[in-house]
């Protein structure tokens, strides 16, 4: 078994699904039912043991500085391709701390702590049974491994969630794998991408199981306004 030792957080993006809402905002710092997103995250990370948290920021980099207030032992990164270059830029900038880590996103609501349990036993993604159409990334999984993920979705597989474990072995692979795709040029794509599609026989994924009702993410206006109503006046024509 392994132990996660350290989080990164990604929260540099411009959330522009969520417009105008996020003109102001950084979407990881907006409120759902009370609560800021990247909140949820930090929370559960301590509830877990999880006190090394290295977080990206971009877009509004400024505004974060409420976050750092709040957990002053965060370790802010500032990501400053976030406005030309896909989160791959993200996780290139953080590289060095992929090591026994969790990477998750700063904009999604994590409702069961227990789900970023730091007991592991291989590298991969937390993942949901999904049996009805999705169009989200569907994984196909024998024996407990990832044997091939379809980014369009599918019927009856795995969904795949913004939370991952890498083990220091695979987190050396993942480091060289990002760093290469980056500094070839390969910006314009997520950081997924890396271990998922472009270098997939380099690992060996696994998954880890949750509900989905364990967490929540929020990816536009409409998602958001279907959990906390009091966004309506952000949606058009409203």
Same mark, same amino acid.
């Given at each position: ?87 791959? *830029? ?5 590289? #060095?701390?992929? &090591?026994?880590?969790? !990477?998750?996103?700063? @904009?999604?609501? %994590? ?92 690992? *060996? ?5 949750? #509900?989905?009702? &364990?967490?929540?993410? !929020?990816?536009?206006? @409409?998602?958001? %306004? ?13």
């Amino acid at each position: 078994m392994h132990t996660i030792k350290r989080a990164i957080i990604l929260a540099a993006g411009k959330g522009n699904r969520m417009r105008p809402l996020t003109d102001q905002i950084p979407k990881p710092l907006v409120e759902v039912n009370g609560i800021r997103m990247i909140d949820s995250v930090i929370e559960a990370l301590h509830k877990n043991g999880i006190y090394e948290i290295h977080i990206v920021v971009g877009y509004l980099k400024e505004k974060f500085s409420v976050i750092k207030d709040k957990y002053p032992e965060v370790d802010i990164i500032e990501n400053p391709y976030y406005d030309y270059c896909n989160n791959i *830029s993200s996780l290139y900038v953080a590289r #060095k701390h992929i &090591d026994d880590t969790i !990477i998750l996103d700063g @904009d999604q609501m %994590i409702y069961d702590p227990a789900i970023l349990g730091v007991e592991y036993e291989r590298s991969g993604y937390n993942a949901v049974k999904w049996n009805s159409p999705t169009e989200e990334w569907l994984m196909e999984v024998k024996d407990g491994i990832v044997r091939s993920c379809s980014r369009t979705g599918g019927t009856n597989g795995w969904r795949l969630y913004s939370v991952s474990r890498w083990t220091r072995e695979d987190g050396q692979k993942l480091q060289a794998d990002v760093e290469y795709e980056f500094e070839r040029g390969n910006t314009d794509i997520y950081w997924d991408d890396v271990a998922m599609f472009l270098h997939f026989d380099s690992y *060996s994924l696994g998954i880890h199981e949750m #509900k989905e009702t &364990d967490i929540i993410e !929020i990816d536009s206006i @409409d998602e958001l %306004i279907a959990i906390d109503d009091r966004y309506k006046q952000y949606k058009e024509g409203i």
